[in-house]
């Protein structure tokens, strides 16, 4: 059988390429990620403050490299639009960064759901400037490396993804804006020149504002030293966007050169309130509740639990590998068989 190889890093950089740029949907696992993508979604953004929030963690620190790399390789493998992946520090110093990076770009990820299979890879990392154990952007307490071993970090980070996947990419983040530092806008934009120098492909400066001049202020500054240079924006839910008079619409960063766009936690914010409004119903209402979310799915997406589980590409593959299946499926009831009740 054949294979189609995806080359998910060259689609991002051509997707950022763009006049509108791109946007990220964050999430914390495949399901969310193939929920997103099948409602348009051209990018993933697998953050670990989304990871660690699914196991109830907080994101300080608790989640390791092995934790994390299990989930990005369930999410990249259950969506084929581009998947930036959240490193956190590089999980140690630059000799670390090796390792990480080694794991991250190292392995193709193999679809069997579809046919021809389909194999692809990560399509890009972010690491961020904070010592191990780091914290959230937007958790107070942040502490800042020296700029050289942010510099070292990058540059063991691009030596490896040039050796195993040279269509990834890099992310390079600085947590120096309102950091222990006191970090300046203008200590925050040489950071990201100095990253970029090192192999970095996008600049990112964490904030903890909505206010449009810094936002703005940092862009220019950016622009004047180095045109090319795009930039990626966190427009995180942990800041009060609603409470902004004029807040920063994503057209008006596009425009600033804030070419990937992401929500961090996405999906735990649906995800979270949904959960919580249909279990409160329940426990009102008992099985009405149920009887309401079923005709309110009526034509939706998401009707099928089946369906949101492949199991009908799980099934055309049995047919072809388990002797019988094709005659025990046909006579069958359930999901897919010859009664499907859904």
């Not at 080359?7 to 929920?35: C, M, N, P």
């Not at 639009?81 to 080694?102: K, M």
């Not at 600033?256 to 979270?272: D, P, Q, V």
């Not at 009908?312 to 019988?324: C, H, I, R, S, T």
Request: aromatic share 8%; charged share 25%.
């Amino acid at each position: 059988m054949t294979v189609n190889r995806q080359d998910t890093g060259k689609d991002f950089r051509e997707l950022i390429g763009r006049h509108q740029g791109l946007f990220g949907f964050g999430v914390a696992k495949a399901s969310d990620a193939a929920r997103a993508e099948e409602t348009g979604a051209e990018c993933i953004y697998a953050g670990g403050y989304s990871i660690a929030l699914a196991k109830m963690m907080p994101d300080l620190g608790q989640m390791n490299m092995v934790e994390i790399i299990q989930e990005i390789k369930a999410i990249t493998r259950a969506v084929s639009v581009p998947v930036i992946a959240d490193i956190d520090d590089g999980y140690g110093n630059a000799l670390n960064v090796i390792r990480t990076v080694s794991e991250f770009f190292g392995q193709e990820i193999l679809d069997v759901t579809t046919m021809p299979w389909s194999v692809r890879r990560l399509a890009g990392i972010h690491i961020e400037d904070q010592p191990f154990p780091k914290r959230c952007g937007h958790i107070a307490g942040k502490e800042i490396v020296p700029v050289e071993t942010m510099v070292g970090k990058i540059r063991a980070a691009n030596d490896v993804r040039n050796a195993l996947y040279p269509s990834g990419v890099i992310i390079a983040r600085t947590d120096s804006y309102n950091s222990e530092i006191e970090g300046s806008l203008e200590e925050a934009a040489s950071r990201i020149l100095r990253y970029a120098d090192a192999g970095a492909d996008l600049g990112w400066c964490e904030m903890n504002t909505t206010e449009l001049g810094p936002i703005i202020e940092l862009a220019a500054f950016i622009k004047r030293r180095n045109s090319n240079l795009p930039l990626a924006f966190n427009y995180s839910p942990s800041l009060k966007w609603h409470k902004e008079k004029n807040p920063m619409t994503f057209e008006e960063l596009n425009e600033l050169g804030y070419k990937f766009i992401f929500i961090t936690i996405a999906a735990e914010h649906a995800s979270s309130m949904a959960i919580s409004d249909y279990m409160r119903a329940l426990k009102e209402t008992g099985a009405e509740a149920l009887w309401e979310m079923q005709r309110a799915k009526v034509g939706h997406a998401t009707e099928s639990h089946h369906k949101m589980a492949r199991v009908d590409k799980w099934q055309e593959l049995a047919k072809k590998y388990v002797p019988g299946e094709s005659e025990r499926i046909s006579k069958s009831d359930g999901g897919f068989g010859s009664k499907d009740n859904k």
